[in-house]
Each structure stands twice: as structure tokens, then as C-alpha cells.
């Protein structure tokens, strides 16, 4: 079992856990070699970025909601983050007819 821990950490995404131990002012380096290069790098102008890390949890290989964690990088520091959840949608794509289909152009 142990010598499969370290496998297992290596597969580990971004979560919450690492979301909330990023404190403010806290190195852009510093981030990327702890937890990895981002999903996306947006570009807001001005030497400012935008990091998105994003953590995908599924249950019997079926994706349940994503959550998307952004970094505000200003000066090389992070100076601000939030997250944003994504779930699935209420009814199911494959048997359920499309409840806005009514509405396309």
C-alpha cells in the first residue's frame, strides 16, 4: 500500500484544501511548482493574470459537478481568488428531451 501512496498524490488535482492554504501575496512561482501549471492563463492586461485551476469530481465514471478555482496575479503575487461550482445539468441528456429545445432560434 505504501508504495502506492506517493502514485496517488501525484494524481491528486487542485481542491479546496490547496485553494484555501493560498494565502494573499503569496509568489506566482511559488504556486505553479507547489500545485502545477494552471488549466488556463487569461491575460487581463496591465503584467495582471488570471490563473484557473480547475478540479473535476466524479462518481462511477460519471463527472457530478467541476469546481473552478481563479487566482488574480498582479506584479507576480496573488492578490485576489475566487471559485465557482458547475453542476451537472437537472436532467439527463441522453434519455430527457432538452427542457429549453422550444426556445433555439
Known amino acids: 500500500m505504501k508504495k502506492f501512496l ?16 493560498i494565502m494573499l501575496g503569496t509568489p506566482a512561482p511559488q504556486v505553479v511548482n507547489r500545485y ?7 491575460d ?10 480547475i478540479e473535476r469530481v466524479s462518481m462511477n465514471n460519471e463527472l457530478m459537478y467541476e469546481n473552478h478555482y481563479f487566482l488574480t496575479i498582479e506584479g507576480g503575487k496573488v492578490v485576489s481568488k475566487c471559485f ?9 441528456q441522453l434519455w430527457q428531451p432538452d427542457p429549453n429545445y422550444p426556445s433555439y432560434p
Do not use: M, W
Not at 496517488?8 to 492554504?21: A, E, G, K
Not at 502545477?36 to 487569461?42: F, I, M, S
Not at 487581463?44 to 485551476?53: A, D, H, P, Q
Open 44 to 53: 487581463l492586461g496591465k503584467n495582471n493574470y488570471e490563473y484557473e485551476y
Open 84 to 92: 465557482r461550482e458547475q453542476t451537472r445539468p437537472g436532467y439527463d
Open 36 to 42: 502545477g501549471e494552471p488549466y488556463a492563463v487569461h
Open 6 to 21: 506517493p502514485l496517488f498524490l501525484l494524481l491528486c488535482s487542485f481542491n479546496r484544501i490547496d485553494f484555501n492554504s
